[in-house]
């Protein structure tokens, strides 16, 4: 099975950077995704990590190290539709995922 | 059909009732799954599919059966519901395989009273 952390709530000034950090204990480790969902909707997929280093996709990035069992989002240029939950999620290798539950991060003007 | 379907909405169900979530996906993606969402938990995994005609079961599987009878669609029923059943339940799908990501149906609010 997975264990998985992640901190509850986060705030953040619109234009900052802020960074959702999740750590997990995994029997089988086959990647790493973090999904953001809206408040009363559908998570959606925003990266994936299978290998250690930094994925870049415009204003969010993610990090994994497989020997730490650790993982970051990092949301840089806050935005106000930014405000949302983070979701980390480790898949094992039955391609089943596990997930987190969850980062609330607010965007402040 | 765009993408990932289900129904209903919402719906409030008396204890002991029989009840089956509908899942429809015309991504022709091989897995399907069934999450339930509760506050503080995050999503887990009730039951999942990696191709027609095979299931298996998740984390919390009990209370609960699927069936996969074709590629696209995936129902969830509780035979007979009790009020710990109480949740948002999602529906996913992906290709299979590799990196792909699991896509997300808008889910089903069940209250169970």
């Known amino acids: 099975g997975q264990n998985i952390d992640q901190p509850t709530e986060m705030t953040a000034t619109e234009g900052a950077i802020v960074q959702i950090n999740c750590t997990y204990q995994?029997?089988?480790?086959?990647?790493l995704f973090w999904y953001q969902q809206h408040a009363g909707e559908a998570p959606t997929f925003l990266s994936y990590?299978?290998?250690?280093g930094l994925e870049e996709k415009g204003r969010f990035s993610s990090f994994l190290s497989r020997s730490k069992g650790y993982s970051y989002l990092l949301l840089k240029e806050l935005q106000m539709k930014d405000s949302a939950s983070y979701l980390c999620?480790?898949?094992?290798?039955?391609?089943?995922?596990?997930f987190g539950a969850g980062t609330t991060v607010t965007v402040r003007a | 059909i765009a993408g990932i379907t289900q129904a209903p909405t919402s719906q409030i169900l008396a204890a002991g009732r029989r009840m089956t979530l509908r899942c429809t996906q015309d991504?022709?993606?091989?897995?399907m799954y069934w999450y339930r969402q509760d506050l503080g938990l995050g999503l887990r995994l009730i039951h999942y599919?990696?191709?027609?005609?095979?299931?298996g079961k998740g984390e919390v599987p009990d209370g609960y059966s699927v069936s996969r009878a074709n590629t696209d669609d995936f129902p969830l029923t509780l035979a007979s519901a009790v009020p710990s059943q109480t949740s948002v339940y999602f529906c996913?799908?992906?290709?299979?395989?590799?990196?792909?990501?699991?896509?997300f149906g808008p889910g089903t609010r069940l209250t169970v009273l």
């Open positions: 996913a799908s992906s290709a299979g395989g590799g990196g792909d990501e699991q896509f």
């Open positions: 995994t029997s089988g480790f086959n990647g």
């Open positions: 999620a480790v898949r094992d290798s039955d391609y089943k995922l596990s």
């Open positions: 991504m022709r993606h091989n897995a």
């Open positions: 599919s990696n191709t027609a005609g095979t299931t």
């Open positions: 990590n299978v290998l250690d």
